[in-house]
């Protein structure tokens, strides 16, 4: 085709495919807090969401990844930092990516310097993925302004949180109660909530409590004796008062955890022991359980319910109790008790309440009886008793074993179907493969017509022409890889859920049920009241 003038050219179309025009700095930065929390913000995840937003935006093109490890973001002393400021001076670099604005910095004033002032400057692009900010978009201004906002907000609410915590302390330090409500047996005094008043219809259920335990009453006779009376539990009582608003109290029972809380607890001979718990925001730490040693302790500061020798009587009950229940546990250690095979995976058929493995020596001797209850059962919310633990394996090992066995039988079909499986993984990835190499072909010839278009080797209806013929065979091929894709994961699927019988064949003629066998092909165990077992196979629908 003969090669044209510019000047005799039609009217100049622009082409809107989008290529590589922004040369792209990836920065991470991970402060010596974020180091001691969860991963959420690690230097990997970061790069990662990062990654995957430049995957998808053929408009970017990465050429370095800048990272700062234990530095924080208050001000911007950093290595990495300097090295990608250094990287945008020297003209390699004309778009910043981080994942969020807290990654860039905290220090509001200096992130709003840069963001406002030195970037557009310099004419970089700076894009913060999770806060949906890019200062090529018109309203980057109004979201950078929210999110600076936030980082205000934030510290603020630090501060905040900061002098609270002072002030609560020093109440507790003062003996002032704090709690959201009183302990159960108290009222808080309407003409001061920071003190408390004996409940004239609640405290005769502790002084009820404290007497059933001197008569030798354990936790859970005491939960029974409680609920079989009807005597409202704490949060049932709370409820009924209109301080819990949630229906699910209203007959919430009484627990073994109530009982333990309310015949140890101080509040009742007239001291409040706080501070058991610490949140700080101002140091960005969750709730958090105190050492004994550290509780803030208030010597009479209200009317007692339960007298001193009472109280410590109990408390030497209660240490006795724990004492035995140790001891019979060290014992049971030193009989060599065996190991738990079921752990976590027997539950209840009649509460869904996990069933819990118990031991019992035979007349002091080296013989164990070992059997699963529910937990329900001790406090009489559930009608299930107990099983043998040789029964359980008894029918658990047979239909493990037969289960082995049918699988073994479909050994040849199975290791076909391994084969034509990977056969066809491998053959939908080569032509992936094709598929995207011919997008990119595809892609670099319309390119080069859009380039002869600007020259005038091609017209503006040849140029249109040929445009509408390469996008309609990209959308074609995108279509095709979609299909390609779509057709592997789900042979992938097929060929996880068929590996499973590589782990059936490890386990051919088994002889001993064992705590490897149960953990690699059993997903739960239900137990039902009639002694009925049953058994859910991780596997069970793999095959048939």
């Known amino acids: 085709m003969a090669r044209k003038s510019r000047k005799n050219n039609n009217e100049i179309v622009k082409d809107t495919t989008i290529y590589n025009k ?6 991470v930065r991970l402060s010596r807090v974020d180091n001691i929390k969860e991963n959420i913000d690690s230097i990997e995840n970061q790069k990662n969401i990062i990654l995957d937003y430049i995957k998808y935006n053929s408009e970017f093109k990465l050429i370095n990844i800048y990272e700062d490890a ?13 090295m990608l400021m250094e990287d945008i001076r020297k003209g390699k670099i004309n778009c910043i990516i981080v994942k969020d604005l807290s990654r860039f ?12 002032k030195i970037f557009p400057f310099m004419n970089v692009r700076f894009i913060a993925i999770n806060d949906n900010y890019d200062s090529n978009k018109e309203d980057s201004n109004e979201i950078l302004l929210m999110h600076l906002k936030n980082i205000i907000n934030d510290i603020y609410a630090k501060d905040i949180s900061k002098k609270v915590c002072t002030v609560l302390n020093q109440k507790r330090k003062d003996g002032q109660f704090i709690g959201s409500w009183a302990s159960y047996g108290y009222l808080k005094d309407p003409n001061n909530k920071n003190k408390l008043i004996i409940n004239d219809e609640t405290a005769p259920v502790i002084k009820y409590i404290f007497d059933l335990r001197l008569q030798g009453f354990s936790y859970s006779k005491i939960v029974i004796n409680l609920n079989e009376k009807n005597i409202l539990s704490p949060y049932a009582y709370l409820h009924k008062i209109g301080i819990l608003k949630n229906e699910l109290y209203r007959n919430k029972k009484w ?40 509780w803030i302790i208030s010597y009479n500061t209200h009317k007692p ?15 006795d109790v724990k004492g035995k229940y140790e001891a019979n546990i060290k014992n049971y250690k030193s009989k060599k008790t065996t190991i738990n095979i079921f752990k976590g995976i027997i539950n209840c058929g009649c509460c869904n309440k996990k069933l819990s493995r118990k031991e019992q020596l035979i007349n002091n001797k080296n013989k164990a009886y070992r059997f699963f209850q529910c937990n329900g059962k001790k406090i009489k919310q559930c009608n299930f008793t107990t099983i043998n633990e040789d029964i359980i394996k008894e029918v658990v090992f047979e239909q493990l074993r037969n289960e082995i066995i049918l699988i073994n039988k479909f050994n040849f079909f199975i290791k076909e179907s391994h084969n034509i499986i990977n ?7 080569v032509m992936l493969k094709d598929i995207n190499l011919e997008i990119e072909k595809v892609n670099i010839y319309n390119k080069n017509a859009y380039e002869d278009y600007l020259i005038g080797t091609l017209n503006k209806d040849e140029y249109l022409f040929i445009k509408d013929n390469y996008l309609e065979k990209i959308r074609t091929l995108i279509k095709n890889k979609e299909n390609l894709e779509n057709e592997l994961i789900n042979l992938e699927n097929d060929f996880i859920s068929n590996k499973c019988f590589d782990e059936f064949s490890k386990f051919d003629n088994i002889g001993v049920l064992t705590k490897e066998l149960i953990q690699n092909f059993i997903y739960e165990i239900i137990i039902y009241e009639d002694k009925t077992i049953q058994i859910k196979f991780k596997y069970k629908n793999a095959y048939y």
């Open 22 to 27: 922004y040369n792209v700095g990836v920065y």
């Open 70 to 82: 234990n530095f924080s973001g208050t001000n911007f002393k950093r290595d990495g930092f300097k």
């Open 105 to 116: 910095g905290r220090n509001y004033i200096e992130c709003g310097n840069y963001l406002e």
């Open 255 to 294: 627990t073994i955890t109530n009982i333990k809380n309310i015949l140890s607890n101080q509040v009742y001979i007239g001291n409040i022991v706080q501070g058991k718990k610490r949140t700080n925001l101002s140091k960005d730490k969750k709730q958090e359980f105190v050492k004994s040693d550290e």
């Open 305 to 319: 319910i339960i007298s001193n020798e009472i109280f410590y009587k109990v408390q030497e009950i209660n240490k």
């Open 423 to 429: 056969f066809d993984v491998e053959n939908l990835k």
